[in-house]
C-alpha cells in the first residue's frame, strides 16, 4: 500500500487557528501521501485573520480554508480517517462523534494562540510559535514508516509525539 493517500483530520475547539494551520502545513509537506482536514468541535465560523495572515507570509495555499463543524467528518458521505488529531486540549476532553472505519487517534495539544493578549508583535509571535511546533510534529509525524509499523504500535508512536514538549 506505499501509493496509499492517508487521511487526516485534526480537531480543535473553534477550528480557527492551530487545526487550520495543522491542515494546511500537512497538506502542503505531505502532498503526495497524505489529505489533511481540519474541523472544531464548536467552530468558530471563521478563520482567524492572524493564522492567514501568518500562513500567508510562508506562502501556504490558503485556497478553500473555512471554520467548520466535526460532524461533517462523521457523515456516512466523508472522507474515511486514517488518523484524527486533537491540537488543543479542550476538544480532546470532549465526546467525539462515532469516526467511521476506526482510525487511529492522538492528542497533540499546542497552546492557543488567539488567548495571547498584549500588542500585535506578541500575538503574531506566538501564532509563529504554534505553526512552527505545529509544522515540527508533522515533520516527526510524516518520517514514520506508517507502511511498516503496525496499528498498536503506530497509535503509541503518535501518542508519544503528543507528549513531546516543542522548543
Given at each position: 500500500?506505499?501509493?496509499?493517500?492517508?487521511?487526516?483530520?485534526f480537531?480543535?475547539?473553534?477550528?480557527?487557528?492551530?487545526?487550520?494551520?495543522?491542515?494546511?502545513?500537512?497538506n502542503?509537506?505531505?502532498?503526495?501521501r497524505?489529505?489533511?482536514?481540519?474541523?472544531?468541535?464548536?467552530?468558530?465560523?471563521?478563520?482567524?485573520?492572524?493564522t492567514?495572515?501568518v500562513?500567508?507570509?510562508q506562502?501556504?495555499?490558503?485556497g478553500?480554508?473555512?471554520?467548520?463543524?466535526?460532524?461533517?467528518f462523521?457523515?456516512?458521505?466523508?472522507?474515511?480517517?486514517d488518523?484524527i488529531?486533537?491540537?488543543?486540549?479542550?476538544?480532546?476532553?470532549?465526546?467525539?462523534?462515532?469516526?467511521?472505519?476506526?482510525?487511529?487517534?492522538?492528542?497533540?495539544?499546542?497552546?492557543?494562540?488567539t488567548?495571547?493578549?498584549?500588542?500585535?508583535?506578541?500575538?503574531?509571535?506566538?501564532?509563529?510559535?504554534?505553526?512552527?511546533?505545529i509544522a515540527?510534529?508533522?515533520?516527526?509525524?510524516?518520517?514514520?514508516?506508517?507502511?511498516?509499523i503496525?496499528?498498536?504500535?503506530?497509535?503509541?508512536?503518535?501518542?508519544e509525539?503528543?507528549?513531546?514538549?516543542?522548543a
Open positions: 500500500m506505499e501509493n496509499k493517500i492517508y487521511n487526516v483530520l480537531i480543535c475547539t473553534g477550528n480557527s487557528a492551530r487545526s487550520i494551520k495543522a491542515e494546511v502545513i500537512m502542503h509537506l505531505g502532498r503526495e497524505f489529505k489533511a482536514y481540519s474541523a472544531g468541535s464548536h467552530p468558530r465560523g471563521e478563520v482567524h485573520p492572524m492567514l495572515e500562513l500567508s507570509e506562502c501556504y495555499d490558503l478553500g480554508l473555512r471554520s467548520k463543524s466535526w460532524t461533517e462523521a457523515e456516512p458521505d466523508a472522507p474515511q480517517m488518523f488529531m486533537t491540537v488543543c486540549d479542550q476538544a480532546a476532553g470532549e465526546a467525539c462523534p462515532a469516526w467511521p472505519g476506526q482510525p487511529i487517534t492522538a492528542h497533540w495539544g499546542f497552546a492557543d494562540p488567548k495571547i493578549e498584549g500588542n500585535r508583535e506578541k500575538q503574531l509571535k506566538a501564532f509563529s510559535n504554534a505553526q512552527f511546533q515540527n510534529r508533522i515533520r516527526l509525524f510524516m518520517s514514520l514508516p506508517i507502511e511498516k503496525d496499528r498498536m504500535s503506530l497509535q503509541t508512536k503518535l501518542r509525539l503528543g507528549q513531546q514538549r516543542d
